[in-house]
Every structure is written in C-alpha cells, then in structure tokens.
C-alpha cells in the first residue's frame, strides 16, 4: 500500500492540478467570451443608438425642408389668388411638382386660361355684335345711338360732344318704365334726344334707341 500511495498519489495530485489548472483557463475562457460578448453588445446597441439618433435628425431635417416647400407652395398659390381679387389673371402657379399642390396648381391654370379664353371670345362676340348694330345705326335717317338696358352707349353715329352728354347719362336708364318709354323726349347732359325702348315681345327692354330730337 505505502508503495502504491507513493506511485499513485503523485501521479493522482498532478492531475487534479491539471484538471484545476483546465477549470481555471475555462473559467477564465469563459469570463473574456462574456466580457466580448457584453462589449460587442455595447458597441452594437451604441451603433443602434447612433442609428436611431441619425434617423430622427434626419426625419426632423426633412420635415423642416418639407414644410418649407409647402409653404412656399401654399404661398405662392396665395399670391395668385390675390391677384386674381384684384382682377389681374396674369399670374400663374407653378405645376413642377405632381403632388396635391401641384395638381391645384394645374387646375387653377387652366381655370384661369379657360377664362381668359371665354372673356376674349366675349370681347369678340361683343366687337362683331357692336359692328352689326352699327351697320343698322347706318341706315337710319340722322345720327343715332343704341344703348344698352342701363345707358351704355354700344353703338353710336352721333358726334363726340353728343357722345359725350350719353356717356354722363350711362346708368340711368335702368328704372325707366318701359310703356312710358316708347317715344320719350329727355334731356341729357343739356341736349335733347328722343328715347325709344328696344322691348322683345315678351316686354323686356333690351336696349334703347336714341336720336336727337332735331333729327326726329
């Protein structure tokens, strides 16, 4: 037994050391993978965070600069609009874009293009009318006018001072009765003229036929 203690216990204590030695390089194997791990764990919630935090710079940048554009649209679409109250139609808003805004843009443009249109084929209508009744003015014996419902001079063949005593009357015309009006001499302006209502046949005046009253 004394010789087998003295080969075994030896041999036995190196190994128990061994395995100790073994247990306390894993120990510590294990204590530096955790301390990685936590590091890498460090290092990528520190690089989440640095994302998070560039992403909310960014989304407040772009919501600055996006509300900056909007309301340099929306303001831009204000200033046509008030042109447009003061009766300048020339201005329009600009369609770069093809959002919401810029498809107001668009409609409004061809709003006011449509009725630039409408307002020059008016303008024209009213022009070829003014010549034709004119050209009828031409066939009456004597210098004539024809005015419209209210006393605006639409066609004349009288002489600028006459013009020019109807153009002071334009507007008082409109509370005439039309049965006291079929021949009526009135005074306008100092001269004299004969008033005669245009009335369709369903007895409304339409417009006024004017002569002097030396050449009636």
């Known amino acids: 037994v004394t010789l087998y203690d003295e080969a075994v216990v030896p041999e036995f204590s190196a190994v128990k050391a061994r395995v100790f030695d073994l247990l306390e390089l894993n120990h510590a194997a294990m204590e530096a993978s955790d301390a990685r791990a936590r590091a890498r764990a460090r290092t990528s919630a520190a690089f989440h965070g640095l994302l998070v ?7 407040v940048v772009l919501s600055r600069e996006l509300r900056r554009q909007v309301v340099s649209r929306l303001s831009e679409l204000e200033l046509v609009a008030k042109h447009l109250s003061r009766g300048d139609r020339r201005r329009r808003a600009s369609e770069t874009d093809n959002d919401e805004l810029g ?31 004119l050209s009828v003015l031409l066939k009456v ?19 600028g001072e006459l013009d020019r005593d109807l153009d002071a009357a ?7 009765n039309p ?7 009135i005074e306008i302006g100092g001269s004299s003229f004969t008033l005669e209502a245009l009335i369709t046949p ?5 417009g006024w036929l004017v002569r002097p009253m030396s050449s009636t």
Do not use: K
Request: glycine share 10%; proline share 5%; charged share 15%.
């Open 53 to 59: 935090i560039l992403a909310l710079v960014s989304l």
């Open 103 to 133: 498809m107001l843009a668009r409609e409004l443009n061809r709003a006011l293009d449509a009725l630039d249109s409408l307002e020059g084929s008016n303008a024209g209508f009213q022009q070829q009318q003014r010549q034709l009744l």
């Open 141 to 159: 014996p004597g210098p004539a006018a024809i005015l419209a419902p209210s006393g605006a001079r639409i066609a004349s063949t009288l002489n």
């Open 170 to 176: 334009s507007g008082t015309l409109g509370n005439v």
């Open 179 to 185: 049965d006291d009006a079929r021949t009526l001499p």
């Open 202 to 206: 369903q007895g409304r005046i339409t």
